[in-house]
């Protein structure tokens, strides 16, 4: 029998100054033992220390651990400091989440997404991507019991960081094309209503491309709404692929070839760009919109070399070749791919 298991959070929070109420959400959520803090270098100051605040002042026995990257390494290093604790928050960035939530999923205890910043949409979702020799793998993990969004904190960030959320929203433009193309190619595994939900939260984001501002909380809670809503959409599907297609294996690649790979959220923006005109739709549109929100549209803007632009185009199709898309299995060649990026003006 077809059993399908789909997981969202209990509760989602979102408001200025929030993340001081952490420790009423945790006993609200019924949470009971010692709980584990993750955060990097620079969301410890950021949320990591008024989330432990909030926790001791609710009686909460707390600990906290850095991490820097995304890799299995990272995951290990806090399963083994989180054994004998109840619950997991992950205070920070995507790096941060998806390790924190990899790391509670192998222990079989709860996890708390508690995002710094609007710049990526695995703040509700229920995968991680990990930093591999490949590249990047998507892997299956839980959903946070709850969402702590602190509209205050994310509208202090830099702004880039929500532009490239932003950015990662409207890639679900191509990542559907490419759902599609592979459901019609390979029969793949497809859901109507994560489709639909994930290109609906597309075109909000650029219809609402005007109103994104830096430093304005109602900015932060639209952004932040709608990554959670993508999130939800990979949540029905139960992988990344409403949210993830060749713009993302494109902005993998470019993770491995380049020396100062820009937020991810931003490579798979242009990504987008790229891959819409290869689809032969409306590349410009994509291109306007992402202009409004302060997001990179080309390689100079993106602090990349144009020659890895080309390299990463030509390399995408190896990162997960099990995810079939338009770059089918020979990828593009590097004419094509020069045509390509000239003809966008990402080079
Ligand atoms: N699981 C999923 O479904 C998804 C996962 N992702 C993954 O998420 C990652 C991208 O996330 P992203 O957030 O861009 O990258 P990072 O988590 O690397 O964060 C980027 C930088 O921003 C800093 N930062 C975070 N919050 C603030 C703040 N409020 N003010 C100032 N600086 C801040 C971080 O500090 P610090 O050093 O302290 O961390 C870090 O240096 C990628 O690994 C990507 O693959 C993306 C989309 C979906
Ligand atoms: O970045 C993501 C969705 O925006 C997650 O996708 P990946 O599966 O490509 O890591
Ligand atoms: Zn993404």
């Not at 949540?235 to 020396?259: C, M, N, Q, V, Y």
Request: proline residues 3%.
């Amino acid at each position: 029998m077809f059993i399908k298991k789909i997981q969202f959070p209990r509760e989602v929070h979102i408001g200025s100054n929030i993340i001081d109420s952490t420790g009423q959400i945790c006993r609200d959520l019924r949470v009971d033992g010692k709980i584990i803090v993750v955060s990097g270098k620079n969301t410890y100051k950021i949320g990591g220390k008024s989330v432990i605040d909030s926790l001791e002042s609710n009686g909460y026995d707390v600990d906290r651990i850095q991490i820097n990257d995304a890799t299995l390494n990272s995951v290990k290093a806090v399963e083994e400091k989180s054994k004998g604790f109840s619950l997991i928050i992950g205070v920070g960035g995507g790096k941060v989440i998806d390790v924190a939530k990899l790391a509670s999923t192998n222990l079989g205890i709860d996890f708390i997404s508690a995002p710094t910043t609007g710049s990526h949409d695995g703040i509700a979702s229920p995968l991680a991507s990990i930093k591999d020799s490949n590249g990047s793998t998507s892997l299956k993990a839980q959903s946070p019991i709850g969402v702590i969004a602190d509209t205050n904190i994310i509208s202090s960030a830099p702004f880039e960081l929500l532009s490239s959320g932003c950015a990662d929203i409207v890639s679900n433009y191509t990542a559907i094309k490419d759902w599609q193309l592979a459901k019609r190619l390979q029969n793949d595994n497809y859901s109507e209503s994560a489709a639909a939900l994930s290109l609906m939260t597309a075109k909000l984001i650029i219809q609402s491309a005007d109103s994104i501002k830096p430093h304005l909380e109602e900015s932060a809670r639209m952004v932040v709404k709608s990554l959670i809503s993508s999130g939800v959409a990979i949540s029905i599907a139960g992988s990344s692929r409403p949210a993830s297609g060749s713009e993302h294996k494109f902005s993998h690649a470019l993770d491995k070839t380049t020396s100062k790979p820009a937020l991810h959220g931003h490579q798979c923006g242009v990504g987008t760009i790229l891959i819409m005109a290869l689809y032969g739709g409306n590349w410009q549109c994509i291109k306007n919109a992402l202009k409004t929100m302060g997001a990179p549209v080309n390689a100079h803007e993106l602090g990349i070399d144009e020659e890895d632009i080309i390299d990463a185009l030509t390399n995408a199709h190896n990162i997960r070749k099990e995810r079939y898309t338009i770059l089918g299995d020979r990828g593009l060649s590097r004419s094509a791919a020069k045509n390509l990026a000239v003809k966008t003006g990402v080079i």
